[in-house]
């Protein structure tokens, strides 16, 4: 009986000194000094700055416009104000994906954060004046060299006036970023027809666009069937 009593007592006092053992510390795994051995927190947590982006993280801009940047803002765990720097990578000239990286710094450490910023071609790039050159021929496929540009009835939508010389004609088209396609789809003129459809890329840097055509012209004498390539250069 004593021995049991003995073997009771010994559990007893391992069990409260395992328990009044506890290892303590951070134990805010957001911390700066977190300690991931600590069982009991013992309130010395320290942190490092926490940064909040002024508007969306990411944003989409149409090359060659002006980029500014909103900016950013950085507190301590007591809200008191820590100056931010930031790194502006942003080439608005040429397509791409950049970042501004804001850092933020303290006694307890750095913290940084990024906002992404996609430069695309939308479609106001193509809402330009253009001038043209082409290999198309000036009776089979004549293409004016000052077409206008319009908005179609949708953001993907564009109408292209003053299509072909003397005759101008109208051509509608859709976009897709960069990539521009024209619809088979005719033009009437004296005795005949223009058949025609076209696929084309606008350049990285929004001021160029080379589309490739195809095309049947049903007049007589001048006429002609076959494909030709057209630059289009923004002015």
């Known amino acids: 009986m004593k021995?049991?009593?003995?073997?009771?007592?010994?559990?007893?006092?391992?069990?409260?000194?395992?328990?009044?053992?506890?290892?303590?510390?951070?134990?805010?795994?957001?911390a700066a000094n977190y300690n991931e051995a600590a069982k009991k927190?013992?309130?010395?947590?320290?942190?490092a700055p926490t940064i909040t982006i002024n508007g969306a993280t990411e944003i989409n801009i149409n090359v060659g416009t002006t980029y500014t940047d909103a900016g950013a803002s950085a507190t301590n765990k007591d809200g008191s104000a820590v100056t931010v720097t930031?790194?502006?990578?942003?080439?608005a000239t040429t397509t791409g994906t950049y970042y501004v990286t804001y850092t933020a710094s303290n006694a307890n450490g750095t913290t940084t954060a990024k906002r992404k910023v996609n430069v695309i071609i939308g479609q106001d790039n193509w809402l330009v004046t253009w001038s043209l050159s082409s290999n198309c021929g000036a009776t089979q496929f004549p293409l004016a060299?000052?077409?206008?540009?319009?908005?179609?009835s949708s953001a993907s939508a564009l109408t292209i006036d003053n299509m072909f010389t003397l005759i101008g004609g109208t051509a509608n088209a859709s976009i897709n970023g960069s990539t521009i396609t024209i619809p088979q789809q005719s033009v009437d003129i004296t005795l005949g027809q223009i058949n025609f459809s076209g696929t084309g890329t606008m350049n990285n840097l929004g001021n160029t666009i080379v589309i490739t055509y195809t095309y049947d012209n049903t007049t007589p004498l001048i006429g002609g069937q076959?494909?030709?390539?057209?630059?289009y250069t923004k002015q």
């Open 41 to 47: 927190d013992d309130g010395n947590c320290l942190y």
């Open 145 to 152: 060299g000052s077409p206008v540009i319009s908005a179609g």
């Open 3 to 30: 021995k049991i009593i003995g073997l009771f007592l010994l559990g007893a006092l391992v069990m409260t000194t395992n328990t009044g053992c506890k290892k303590k510390g951070c134990t805010d795994n957001t």
């Open 226 to 231: 076959g494909t030709c390539t057209a630059t």
């Open 86 to 91: 930031s790194v502006n990578e942003v080439d």
